[in-house]
């Protein structure tokens, strides 16, 4: 038979009696009065937040999203079919937050960093809110480094620079994520993280475009969040705030970060069907009135950060689909007049088989020559292209009505021809900034001037292997100096001439 020590069991019981704190769990609990189309509305939760995280029964998140007199209008994000009038909601006491971190580079996530790629749980304990203020002007510096997108067409004529926001905009099926797409290519090796927001697209498309990426090894340094077309509109409201959280961490750390939104115009879709199901009043298309504040607060966060904030920059690319080419739109206009410039790709100019389809004439770039190195501003280089190109167009326009034109006028006009075909690039081949200058310059200079139209390509090709294997001193001077100097200059011109000899010879 066991013995009790009675002094043992007193000294415990005075231990644990010196340990109990009287701890009260405050919880403020709300119940659901009607559920519907990804919307609850719920009575009892009055001091609840704007934009604070609630949570239903079964562990479903939803955000705050109208603070009315008697109750609380709340979005749901997730699946709200298993959420029934009466259940229970309670206030989660902090702002909608995602997590973020290096553990979520490489990985493919939903709006509320869930991972959905297979890959296992994302470990990481830091969390960002999902809504943050943008730096004010004194946190911000101009934008003056270049972010090389390897697109030849607009790294000369419409560049872009760490913590710019160019829009780009265009029809459906004109290239708009090709574009994005090449430019997250051509960060490898920059230590740019990127981040993909894939917003109302069909699940099939982003599947294609994280296998381009897988491909090219682009996923290394790249983070894709995805709010497919068959997701709750508040989820496909939320993702673009959700990603630029992700991105911020490394913005804020003094690193640089891409973020493309494709495309802002669901988002915007996405944003009436909430506000139009809350009983807000609608405007102009039905969009309530500050869809305007929803991009505003969005794109503002894209910036380059002062250095007493670490330097950091975060570059945006949003993406809107116009329909039938109205730019004059609603949501168009909007973002253009929030964004630094924008990229127009054209439908018939795309269907000529002119890709990038970047119309010249509309396409603007607010920070110019900023964002290039002073080789790509050279005047041989990028600084007359654009008004050449659009010079070029009304004289296109002018010989199909069948006049004879003067022998200058038809040389102006075939050099346009030459230079339209050495800006076309085929998708997902970004290139290196040198040698966009090399095939420019020698555009621009008049070397392809005798090169029959349709050898422009094989020229192009011919000439940067040339360069890269018998003039690699030329190339990598380049590259050091980033400027065309008056001995670089010639050098460069005899090293074109030189090939041009040799490809004209084997072409007869």
């Given at each position: 038979?066991t013995?009790?020590?009675a002094?043992?069991?007193a000294?415990?019981?005075?231990a644990?009696?010196?340990?109990?704190?009287?701890?009260?769990r405050?919880?403020?609990?709300?119940?659901?009065l009607?559920v519907?189309d990804?919307i609850a509305?719920?009575?009892?939760?009055s001091n609840?937040m704007?934009?604070?995280?609630?949570?239903?029964p079964g562990g479903?998140i939803g955000?705050?999203?109208?603070l009315?007199?008697?109750?609380?209008g709340?979005?749901?994000?997730g699946?709200?079919?298993g959420?029934?009038?009466?259940?229970e909601?309670?206030?989660?006491?902090?702002?909608?937050s995602?997590?973020?971190?290096?553990?979520?580079?490489g990985?493919?996530?939903?709006?509320?960093?869930?991972p959905?790629?297979g890959?296992?749980?994302i470990?990481t304990t830091?969390?960002?809110p999902?809504?943050?203020?943008?730096?004010?002007?004194?946190?911000r510096?101009?934008?003056?480094?270049p972010l090389?997108?390897?697109?030849k067409?607009?790294?000369?004529?419409?560049?872009?620079?760490r913590?710019?926001?160019?829009?780009?905009?265009?029809?459906r099926k004109?290239g708009?994520?090709?574009?994005?797409?090449?430019?997250i290519?051509?960060?490898k090796?920059?230590g740019?993280k990127?981040?993909?927001?894939?917003i109302?697209?069909?699940?099939?498309?982003?599947r294609?475009?994280?296998?381009v990426l897988?491909?090219h090894g682009?996923?290394?340094?790249?983070?894709?969040?995805?709010a497919?077309?068959?997701?709750?509109?508040?989820?496909q409201y939320?993702?673009?705030?959700a990603?630029t959280?992700?991105?911020?961490?490394?913005t804020?750390?003094?690193?640089?970060?891409?973020?493309?939104?494709d495309d802002l115009?669901k988002?915007?879709?996405?944003?009436?069907?909430?506000?139009l199901?809350?009983?807000?009043?609608p405007?102009?298309?039905?969009?309530p009135g500050?869809?305007f504040?929803?991009?505003?607060?969005?794109?503002e966060?894209?910036?380059?950060?002062s250095?007493e904030?670490?330097?950091?920059?975060?570059?945006?690319?949003p993406?809107?689909?116009?329909?039938?080419?109205?730019?004059?739109?609603?949501?168009?206009?909007?973002v253009?007049s929030?964004t630094d410039?924008?990229i127009?790709?054209?439908?018939?100019l795309?269907?000529?088989?002119?890709?990038?389809?970047?119309?010249?004439?509309i396409?603007v770039?607010?920070?110019g020559?900023?964002?290039q190195?002073?080789?790509?501003?050279?005047?041989q280089?990028?600084?007359?292209?654009?008004?050449?190109?659009?010079?070029?167009?009304?004289?296109?326009a002018?010989a199909?009505?069948?006049t004879?034109?003067d022998?200058?006028?038809?040389?102006?006009l075939?050099?346009?021809?030459?230079?339209?075909?050495?800006l076309?690039?085929?998708q997902?081949?970004?290139?290196?900034?040198?040698?966009?200058?090399?095939?420019i310059?020698?555009?621009?200079?008049?070397?392809?001037d005798?090169i029959?139209?349709?050898?422009?390509?094989?020229?192009?090709?011919?000439?940067?292997?040339?360069?890269?294997d018998?003039?690699?001193q030329?190339?990598?001077?380049?590259?050091?100096?980033?400027?065309?100097?008056?001995?670089?200059?010639?050098?460069?011109?005899?090293?074109?001439n030189?090939?041009?000899?040799t490809?004209?010879k084997?072409?007869?």
């Amino acid at each position: 038979m066991t013995k009790f020590n009675a002094a043992e069991i007193a000294s415990v019981i005075q231990a644990e009696i010196e340990k109990y704190t009287d701890t009260i769990r405050v919880e403020e609990v709300g119940t659901v009065l009607e559920v519907g189309d990804g919307i609850a509305r719920v009575y009892g939760l009055s001091n609840v937040m704007a934009g604070e995280m609630v949570q239903f029964p079964g562990g479903v998140i939803g955000m705050a999203f109208n603070l009315e007199e008697s109750s609380v209008g709340v979005t749901i994000l997730g699946d709200y079919l298993g959420i029934n009038e009466g259940d229970e909601v309670k206030a989660l006491g902090k702002l909608l937050s995602v997590p973020v971190g290096e553990a979520l580079i490489g990985r493919v996530v939903d709006p509320l960093g869930n991972p959905i790629d297979g890959k296992g749980p994302i470990a990481t304990t830091q969390t960002r809110p999902v809504e943050f203020m943008a730096p004010g002007v004194a946190g911000r510096q101009p934008v003056k480094e270049p972010l090389q997108t390897g697109i030849k067409a607009i790294d000369a004529m419409t560049p872009i620079g760490r913590g710019q926001r160019e829009l780009i905009i265009g029809d459906r099926k004109t290239g708009k994520t090709t574009i994005a797409i090449d430019a997250i290519l051509n960060q490898k090796n920059t230590g740019v993280k990127c981040f993909y927001v894939a917003i109302g697209q069909k699940d099939s498309s982003v599947r294609n475009v994280i296998k381009v990426l897988e491909d090219h090894g682009a996923m290394d340094y790249t983070t894709v969040i995805v709010a497919g077309a068959s997701a709750p509109a508040p989820l496909q409201y939320v993702a673009p705030y959700a990603g630029t959280a992700m991105a911020e961490y490394f913005t804020y750390k003094g690193e640089h970060a891409l973020i493309v939104y494709d495309d802002l115009s669901k988002q915007a879709v996405a944003y009436r069907q909430m506000s139009l199901l809350m009983r807000r009043p609608p405007g102009r298309e039905a969009f309530p009135g500050d869809v305007f504040y929803c991009h505003s607060r969005l794109l503002e966060r894209s910036a380059k950060l002062s250095k007493e904030l670490g330097g950091g920059s975060l570059t945006s690319l949003p993406i809107i689909e116009t329909l039938e080419g109205e730019v004059s739109a609603y949501i168009p206009t909007n973002v253009i007049s929030i964004t630094d410039g924008q990229i127009y790709l054209q439908p018939d100019l795309f269907f000529k088989g002119i890709r990038p389809a970047m119309n010249v004439g509309i396409s603007v770039s607010r920070v110019g020559g900023s964002a290039q190195i002073k080789a790509m501003k050279d005047k041989q280089v990028a600084g007359g292209l654009r008004l050449a190109l659009a010079a070029f167009r009304e004289l296109e326009a002018f010989a199909q009505l069948g006049t004879d034109l003067d022998a200058a006028t038809q040389a102006r006009l075939d050099r346009g021809y030459r230079m339209v075909e050495l800006l076309k690039q085929p998708q997902y081949q970004p290139m290196e900034v040198v040698d966009q200058i090399i095939i420019i310059y020698a555009g621009n200079t008049g070397a392809l001037d005798s090169i029959p139209t349709n050898r422009v390509r094989e020229f192009e090709l011919q000439l940067l292997q040339y360069m890269k294997d018998l003039k690699a001193q030329l190339r990598n001077e380049i590259i050091e100096k980033k400027d065309l100097t008056a001995e670089l200059r010639p050098a460069l011109t005899e090293a074109i001439n030189q090939f041009k000899a040799t490809f004209v010879k084997a072409g007869k």
